[in-house]
């Protein structure tokens, strides 16, 4: 499982390395005090702005899915999160996945759900989320084994990685799995990459949330049609909205 922890740890390290620059903008000085480590003045700064900012509900949601500044707390984390996800924001989704994956802050631990959740974000065209859906292949976790459709996916994601660790991560996935498979298997997983079209966003209507294992949980809520225009603009946390 070192793989496994590597990938994670990789995708959660890029979220927090993304340059900033100075600005008097809350939502900005969040981000820089993100970055340097500093997560309570993140969190002041971005939790006033999360009901109408979707960059900023998403930075809550994963900063309460991670844990970072705070207690774990599933419950908050798909508050901020689930609205998102729901929409076809494949950061969200990605990151629910890796909860339920992870059984984080409460959730019952669930890969068949957590896979879904991936590919949900891996269609779309998100790199890590291709890189998580590539791992659970390579294993069966959450769904059949399949070394050639691992292949692809994380292919696919090296392609789209900038140099560092969740692209050296995917790299090492990537040698693991050729060491297994024949010449014939990686050329027709080599095809399936290069004919590999991403889809369209979509809003979800049959996906699974936590029927049990959360004290409290509250289910999220599909957000109005301008909110939803909104959250195809953002990533996660440092993040900024797409020009």
């Known amino acids: 499982m070192f793989v ?55 930075n809550l949601g994963v900063m309460y899915a991670e844990g970072l500044g705070v207690q774990k707390d599933a419950v908050e984390a798909l508050r901020w999160l689930g609205p998102a996800a729901l929409v076809g924001e494949p950061n969200a989704q990605m990151h629910i996945g890796m909860m339920f994956a992870e059984g984080t802050g409460g959730f019952t631990q669930d890969y068949a759900t957590a896979a879904a959740w991936y590919r949900r974000a891996a269609e779309q065209g998100n790199p890590d989320a291709q890189v998580l859906l590539a791992f659970a292949y390579s294993i069966g976790e959450g769904v059949p084994e399949d070394y050639m459709a691992a292949h692809m996916w994380v292919n696919l994601a090296a392609a789209k990685l900038p140099p560092g660790k969740a692209r050296d991560a995917a790299l090492q996935l ?17 095809t399936l990459a290069r004919e590999w079209k991403p889809k369209m966003r979509a809003s979800v209507t049959h996906m699974s949330w936590p029927k049990a294992g959360i004290s409290g949980h509250q289910t999220a809520r599909k957000p109005s049609s301008s909110a939803s225009s ?3 603009t953002v990533r996660g946390p440092g993040g900024r909205r797409k020009s």
């Open 174 to 190: 990537r040698d693991q799995l050729a060491n297994k498979m024949t010449p014939a298997q990686i050329t027709d997983a080599q």
């Open 230 to 232: 909104a959250y195809s």
């Open 4 to 58: 496994a922890r590597l990938l994670v740890s990789a995708i959660l390290s890029a979220f927090i390395t993304l340059p900033s620059t100075a600005s008097a903008d809350p939502f900005e000085d969040g981000v820089s005090a993100f970055e340097r480590g500093d997560y309570a003045t993140a969190l002041r700064m971005w939790r006033p702005l999360a009901e109408d900012d979707p960059r900023a509900a998403i």
